[in-house]
């Protein structure tokens, strides 16, 4: 690993624990405890917050669009791998779920993935994606009796998904040739599928919840969307 990425790596790596810390401040977790962890991967984040905790991993589920993922949780974690589409509709009722926790994946609800670069307009871009973020949110308030919503803040000058500096102030049709460019060159590659929110954002699409922010050298690096009991 190259000295950038080491940095980058522990720089989130220290923001990932905090966070986890302050999950576990927010929420009573027992064994008896519905956990869905929405946007997954493979259940290694979830895994990492719930650790000190008395949760069951039965009563964890983990649900992506990647069955390789979600199938390597169950494996690894012992957690329900739970496979959707990019519609992020779960087949569960309503407050089925205790906890719902999301984190770094409703910036990533926009469009169809195999279209991502061709979405040149911005304002279309943006117009298109909170659609289906709307749609994304209203889902985890109906799934959970209480929630956890974290996503990259769109004002920190260093976009969380590329690491590189300024770039999420730069119009789309500017933004996707740089990132064309990066993927070329910069140590970390990435798809130009993210709709960056602020907190007003945020609290647009959850209103019951509390907003938090998350600092990082007296700027908000990161926000959530909390809900608790």
């Known amino acids: 690993m190259n000295p950038i990425s080491k940095i980058v790596w522990k720089f989130s790596a220290q923001a990932r624990k905090k966070r986890a810390q302050l999950f ?9 405890t519905k956990i869905l962890d929405l946007g997954s991967e493979n259940g290694t984040n979830i895994f990492n917050v719930l650790q000190d905790t008395s949760h069951n991993p ?15 949780g169950k494996r690894n974690y012992g957690f329900n791998a739970v ?16 906890i719902v926790y999301c984190s770094s994946v409703i910036e990533h609800v926009t469009v169809v993935k195999s279209d991502v670069w ?7 871009f943006s117009a298109e994606s909170w659609k289906h ?14 929630y956890f919503v974290q996503t990259p803040s769109k004002n920190f000058p260093v976009e969380s998904h590329t690491w590189l500096p300024l ?34 954002d945020l609290k647009r699409l959850f209103p019951d919840a509390e907003i938090v922010k998350e ?15």
Do not use: H
């Not at 061709?118 to 279309?124: A, M, S």
């Open 133 to 146: 973020q709307k749609l994304f949110a209203a889902e985890i308030v109906r799934l959970g009796k209480q």
């Open 118 to 124: 061709t979405w040149k307009d911005g304002k279309k």
């Open 24 to 32: 576990r401040r927010y929420f009573s977790i027992d064994e008896n």
């Open 167 to 200: 770039v999420g102030y730069l119009p789309r049709r500017q933004f996707l040739p740089v990132l064309k460019l990066s993927n070329r060159f910069w140590v970390k590659q990435a798809e130009p599928d993210f709709n960056l929110l602020d907190a007003n």
């Open 83 to 98: 496979l959707i589409d990019e519609t992020g509709k779960l087949p569960f009722a309503d407050k089925f779920f205790d």
């Open 215 to 229: 600092k990082k050298y007296g700027l908000t690096k990161s926000i959530m969307a909390i809900r608790n009991d």
């Open 58 to 72: 039965a009563n964890v589920y983990i649900a992506d669009i990647n069955r390789n993922a979600v199938e390597e």
